[in-house]
């Protein structure tokens, strides 16, 4: 059986493509290259560009191989971004989702994994957010990926395949042996901020609100390694070809980190100083947003393998020393 991984070219569609392959399955890949690159994906998966809601490609692609499952990583995620264009959010992440799943149907695809947030629950204050909490997106970003929960429940009801929605904490890190990583320009978020500032990429970087109600006074949040977050996924798909039943769960560690730890991290792990400057609050931050993960543990047992901070760092760190050399991974597809 072969798996089709949506935006399998980007940051975390590639960990999963290596995930998928180390495991010894057949992927195709489906990719506009929009954000992500070509030479992200593993050599040994097809890449066929094009966009998820071209039904005549999609379905081509589930008549040309034995396809069971999709994992869907494609769609837009800088929620400022979403704020400004919410049409385009709603397009990329919902309608084209909607799309997908029609041909997903035609195909009698078996399962769906798909790539949800924890922001679909807002602002829900310090204690750890389990999935029965009350759902509550603050942004247009998060407004469409719960939407597309909702979509994917009601279409598995009416029409028979099984999902597994798995709703992000903050994802970070590259693979431990350096063929992936976070390779977005202009990238906001903290951990790749840091590790590009302590590698001379970026002169300094921000922190934003030192006065928050935590014990340091910056914003906590649950950082979890990308590699074990792919590891997720393997798991729920194998769960869900043992028939198991429709399910959504968090993807974080149970444990946050302030700001200032994961700058005080990355400095430790990099060996090097840098310049922080103190500003105000970012729109639209919540103080803490940590998982409570018991259900993907328990339902998956899943056993992460690099829940450490400083790990996580490492991994981003090393990924960042390889983009500066530019000795990312290059092979020239025509050969293969
Ligand atoms: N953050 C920061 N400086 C940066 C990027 C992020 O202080 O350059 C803070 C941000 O305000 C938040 C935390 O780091 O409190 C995590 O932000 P990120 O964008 O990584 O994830 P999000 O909060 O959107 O889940």
Known sequence: MAVLVTGGAGYIGSHMVWELLDSGEDVIVLDRLSTGFEWAVAPEAKLVIGDIADASLVKSLFRDHEIDAVMHFAGSIVVPESVAMPLAYYENNTCKTRALLETIIEGNIRHVIFSSTAAVY???????????????????????????????????????????????????????????????????????????????????????GTDYPTPDGTCIRDYIHVSDLAAVHRLALARLRRGGSNLTA?????????????????????????????????AGDASAVVA??????????????????????????????????????????AEL
């Open 122 to 208: 807002g602002n829900q204050g310090e204690a750890p957010i389990a999935e029965d909490a009350s759902t509550n997106p603050e942004s247009p970003y998060g407004r469409s990926k719960l939407m597309t929960e909702w979509m994917l429940r009601d279409a598995s009801a009416a029409h028979g395949f099984t999902y597994t929605t798995l709703r992000y904490f903050n994802v970070s890190g590259s693979d431990p042996r350096g063929r992936t990583g976070q390779s977005t320009e202009g990238a906001t978020h903290l951990i790749k901020v840091a590790c590009e500032t302590a590698t001379g990429k970026r002169p300094a970087m921000t922190v934003f």
């Open 250 to 282: 968090n993807c974080g560690y149970g444990r946050g980190y302030s700001v200032f730890e994961v700058i005080d991290s990355v400095k430790k792990m990099a060996g090097r100083d840098f310049d922080v400057q103190l500003c105000t609050r970012r």
């Open 292 to 333: 409570n993960s018991d259900l993907a543990y328990r339902e998956f047992d899943w056993q992460p393998k690099y829940a450490d901070l400083d790990r996580i760092v490492a991994d981003a760190l090393a990924w960042e020393e390889i983009l500066a050399r530019g000795n990312r991974q290059k092979f020239d597809r």
